[in-house]
T-cell receptor, first 113, second 114 residues
Framework: ELKVEQNPLFLSMQEGKNYTIYCNYSTTSDRLYWYRQDPGKSLESLFVLLSNGAVKQEGRLMASLDTKARLSTLHITAAVHDLSATYFCAVGPKKGSQGNLIFGKGTKLSVKP | KAGVTQTPRYLIKTRGQQVTLSCSPISGHRSVSWYQQTPGQGLQFLFEYFSETQRNKGNFPGRFSGRQFSNSRSEMNVSTLELGDSALYLC?????????????FGEGSRLTVL
């Protein structure tokens, strides 16, 4: 059974600092996603990672995937208050259907001035 | 283009009642998935439909059911509601493109069971 673990679950940062969120998964997968969720809102797609060594960057966020280690990271550079949200990683089971994703518990990020 | 549309956005039911939630996918998307989000269990996969056929089902009791219509719109139904069914129900659609598998989520239907 595929399990996805994120850490930390809560992260309080100061503006301007850097930090990394980790996403470990337990079995082989060929796709990993990062989503952002603001309170009371839906999930916004941030990154789709499909191959070992994939790295994608958007603004202050950079995601990477190491399929051998079954690890993805979401790195935050010079955090700003607007990045405060909950971040989820999600993994597609190898033999699962496209819409079947296993989500981590989420990392609630709070960026303080 | 329009995103994934879910209705109703909020609803309150009492135990024992049933509820039907609706989802209209992004135009051209033929795959629709449903997820339940609760503070305790997080985001859990309910089921996925493609071309009116259920492709996959999560670990939920038979009270949870769904269907997809020929225009790709989908509904999910929960019968004999329990307090624990209170949750945000999210619908996601995808185009089944070979190389991405990206899901686009709607705003959700927030169900409160009293």
């Amino acid at each position: 059974e595929l399990k996805v673990e994120q850490n930390p679950l809560f992260l309080s940062m100061q503006e301007g600092k850097n930090y990394t969120i980790y996403c470990n998964y337990s079995t082989t997968s060929d796709r990993l996603y990062w989503y952002r969720q603001d309170p009371g809102k839906s999930l916004e797609s941030l990154f789709v990672l499909l191959s070992n060594g994939a790295v994608k960057q958007e603004g202050r966020l950079m995601a990477s995937l190491d399929t051998k280690a079954r690890l993805s990271t979401l790195h935050i550079t010079a955090a700003v208050h607007d990045l405060s949200a909950t971040y989820f990683c999600a993994v597609g089971p190898k033999k699962g259907s496209q819409g079947n994703l296993i989500f981590g518990k989420g990392t609630k990020l709070s960026v303080k001035p | 283009k329009a995103g994934v549309t879910q209705t109703p956005r909020y609803l309150i039911k009492t135990r024992g009642q049933q509820v039907t939630l609706s989802c209209s996918p992004i135009s051209g998307h033929r795959s629709v998935s449903w997820y339940q989000q609760t503070p305790g269990q997080g985001l859990q996969f309910l089921f996925e439909y493609f071309s009116e056929t259920q492709r996959n089902k999560g670990n939920f009791p038979g009270r949870f059911s769904g269907r997809q219509f020929s225009n790709s719109r989908s509904e999910m139904n929960v019968s004999t509601l329990e307090l624990g069914d209170s949750a945000l129900y999210l619908c996601a659609s995808s185009f089944l493109v070979f190389n991405t598998g990206e899901l686009f989520f709607g705003e959700g239907s927030r169900l409160t069971v009293l």
